[in-house]
């Protein structure tokens, strides 16, 4: 599947803290090990972005939100990266969303594989969505809104670059997901 022409990722963190790694420190995650060179995990849009978020949080209750304030970021990836330099990674749906030493070496194997190739990072089905069809946008006409489907999957974009390479904007400085996502969230052991 081709990429889309605006090429841009999304981010929910910390406002307290840059929006990406540049040194070391990064804990351990689902395309990185701890130690690793930073990894830069950005989402195909603002809505997996949040629902990232919430996994990683481990946010099941919508009472949990009261007082969360984390920040938005639309981060622009070089459009003159190919789709060759960010392929679809090639696993088993169960290899991208498991916990287990198995699929987490997987994983690793297929990033030792995609670098080996002079790719720059890859795209990978978002393990935080449980069903790709809550990933709608809108679409304004005719005078109204309505939703529409997204001719891509919830996908995260996993850079394996320096920082610099980056650019980005807080779209949202202290914002907090709609509760309504939680239902949706595929929470850390539950395939």
Known sequence: MAMAPYRLGFR???RRYPFLWSGPGQRSGRWNQQGDEPVHYL??????????????????DPEDLDGVAAALWAVLIPESWSDAELPEVELKID????TDAGARQRRQQAIEHLKAKGALGLRALSAA????ST????????????????????QVFV???EAKLLAGWACVKQGRPPAELLPFVRHQGRL
């Open 129 to 132: 969505i449980q069903d790709p």
């Open 95 to 98: 290899d991208v969303l498991a």
């Open 43 to 60: 989402a195909s849009s603002p809505l997996v972005a949040w629902a990232e978020w919430l996994r990683g949080q481990e946010i099941t």
């Open 159 to 161: 850079l394996w670059c």
């Open 135 to 154: 990933h709608s946008c809108r679409r304004c006409s005719d005078g109204g809104e309505a939703d529409d489907d997204l001719p891509e999957p919830p």
């Open 12 to 14: 929910v963190c910390d």
